[in-house]
């Protein structure tokens, strides 16, 4: 029997295993301004990228229980790797035994289906973090809605620690951009469309732009995923009905709550504030 009680209303739940869920956040909030949000950030245990498939599934599980214990009947997975690892069995195995009534969503499938009408040449590149990479999400994601598209990607182990260590705008981050770039047009030179498969990259934007040839797209996920939200609620009234709308946001940190607060000025450009939590 589910242990959780149906009927509650509350936030809309955001995880992510560090910051970069941030930018997801900070685009959903800006398309969906009248709607309440909490952010869980499990800080203390990123990065999640290069952890295996149990321990993702473990951390995220965790990450999701708490959130609606705290009476989210929505979770948005703005991670990844989250979701290429864990979404499929929370939504399949746990779900029913939690609560039926509640959802969890992630960020591949709203990105993968912004695709098909991006690329021309059919040939697109993913750059994310190993665990994203290696689970082929992305591929899998795309072939389901546009057989005809060619995916590569490319691992980029050295973009989150260049993002959480602040030294995303330094000359030192050029190497490692043009690094990855370089390897991902190498496997392909068709590529027109490159997706950022972590919610990290987008503060890296002005160098890979600086290092992507012009002419290839270059999607972030933020715009898609909060497009994607919206239109999910439009037609999940029910789920809608429970989430509260007074333009509220919190924070939610397993780290330092100033650690946290001066990393999450950097994604957001703004003061919040934050409590710290425990998971597991």
Same mark, same amino acid.
């Given at each position: ?131 994203? =990479?290696?689970? &082929?999400? #992305?591929?899998? $994601?795309?072939? @389901?809605? *546009? ?71 270059? =999607?972030?996920? &933020?715009? #898609?995923?909060? $497009?994607?939200? @919206?239109? *999910? ?48």
């Amino acid at each position: 029997m589910p242990y959780l009680l149906n009927k509650i209303k509350g936030p809309i739940g955001v995880f992510d295993s560090g910051y970069g869920g941030l930018t997801i956040l900070k685009e959903i909030r800006k398309q969906m301004p009248e709607y309440d949000f909490l952010y869980l950030g499990d800080n203390a245990r990123t990065p999640y990228g290069t952890r295996s498939f149990e321990v993702v599934y473990e951390f995220t599980l965790q990450a999701v229980v708490r959130l609606f214990e705290l009476g989210c009947p929505l979770v948005i997975l703005a991670c990844n790797t989250a979701s290429a690892k864990a979404l499929r069995s929370i939504q399949q195995n746990d779900l029913p035994y939690l609560d039926s009534s509640r959802r969890v969503l992630g960020v591949i499938r709203p990105t993968a289906e912004s695709i098909g009408e991006v690329t021309k040449s059919r040939h697109v590149g993913i750059l994310a973090t190993s665990g994203t =990479i290696n689970s &082929g999400s #992305y591929p899998m $994601e795309i072939k @389901k809605l *546009y057989p005809d598209i060619k995916v590569t990607g490319v691992a980029c182990p050295m973009w989150v620690p260049l993002v959480e260590n602040k030294e995303f705008g330094s000359d030192g981050a050029d190497y490692f951009v043009k690094e990855y770039i370089d390897k991902l047009l190498e496997k392909d030179s068709e590529i027109d469309t490159i997706v950022l498969g972590c919610t990290h990259y987008p503060l890296l934007i002005d160098k890979i732009r600086k290092f992507t040839p012009e002419g290839i797209k270059i =999607i972030t996920q &933020g715009e #898609y995923v909060a $497009e994607s939200l @919206k239109d *999910y609620l439009r037609r999940h009234k029910e789920t809608d009905s429970r989430c509260t709308k007074s333009g509220e946001c919190q924070f939610l940190t397993t780290e330092s709550v100033e650690k946290f607060k001066e990393s999450a000025s950097i994604f957001l450009h703004e003061d919040v504030s934050v409590r710290s939590i425990t998971l597991g």
